[in-house]
């Protein structure tokens, strides 16, 4: 079925050429669907990209604002190395600067979405509560002592073992971190990480204990450790306040999708688009 756009068609290969360019990632999200009405979904998905892409293409050509020489250069060495030696270069010229020039089209769309409001971060964050969701976590500190060419594990080890006694004898652990560890940084705070961003050994000590603990010494590939727990969170709802910047970027750019596709409607409200 021909398609024309303010009067321009669309060719039958350009709809299935889109077609199959969707066509692994449809059928994975619309797997259990029956084969017939997916297939029938595909291709109307397929003819309604094609219509944006012309959409967009009209658009890109009736913009007389010239395109960034180095911009365009650059675009186009990377399209001819993409493209191989047998490539028309003005033809490959011609269609790097139209797609340079509809990514400056979408690219101002999005840019007039408005900044979010607190309320409308909020309900963001309540609509899509399972993206802000986190496994089980640790918040740890560690102090290590490293064995490598220059210190064996003997050296590595009496260094631990002095290290542990200036805890026992009641040193502030972030104290004894930043003058003692091989890691001195932050008293060697490692921050928040769930199951399986450790070795092995530090795994199998670090959730074993409690906050407030502090671990006996260990050994890993890397040297000896001591390792404090100091707070642990179960997995479930991150609260608000610790991913509002996350929800707020991510609220950020739904606008900024919103108001994309806001773009793509006034062109097709004003296109005559003819399916016969």
């Not at 060719?11 to 299935?16: P, Y």
């Not at 650059?74 to 509809?102: C, F, H, W």
């Not at 296109?271 to 016969?276: D, P, T």
Request: with cysteine; proline share 5%.
């Amino acid at each position: 079925m021909p398609i024309t756009v303010n009067g321009q068609p669309i060719e039958d290969e350009a709809v299935e050429a889109e077609a199959e360019r969707m066509r692994p990632e449809f059928e994975r999200t619309f797997a259990d669907e029956d084969t017939a009405e997916r297939e029938a979904r595909l291709q109307q998905w397929a003819r309604e990209n094609a219509i944006e892409r012309m959409l967009l293409e009209q658009a890109a050509r009736a913009d007389d604002e010239p395109t960034p020489e180095e911009q365009l250069e650059q675009a186009l060495e990377q399209a001819k190395r993409q493209a191989g030696e047998t490539v028309d270069e003005a033809e490959l010229r011609e269609d790097v600067e139209l797609n340079l020039k509809i990514q400056r089209l979408l690219q101002r769309a999005a840019e007039g979405a408005p900044e979010p409001t607190d309320e409308q971060v909020r309900a963001f964050y309540e609509a899509n509560r399972d993206g802000f969701r986190a496994p089980e976590r640790v918040h740890a500190a560690h102090i290590v002592m490293h064995v490598d060419a220059d210190t064996p594990p003997e050296v590595a080890e009496a260094k631990i073992r002095e290290a542990r006694g200036r805890l026992e004898a009641g040193e502030d652990f972030a104290k004894v971190a930043d003058t003692a560890s091989d890691c001195q940084d932050a008293g060697g705070d490692l921050g928040w990480f769930p199951r399986g961003h450790m070795v092995e050994e530090f795994e199998n000590t670090i959730w074993k204990m409690q906050p407030g603990e502090t671990s006996d010494i260990f050994a890993t590939r890397f040297g000896w450790h001591i390792v404090k727990m100091i707070d642990k969170k179960p997995e479930g709802l991150v609260p608000l306040e610790e991913v509002e910047d996350l929800a707020r970027e991510r609220a950020q750019q739904q606008l900024r999708d919103q108001a994309v596709e806001a773009y793509l409607d006034s062109l097709r409200e004003g296109a005559a688009v003819v399916e016969a």
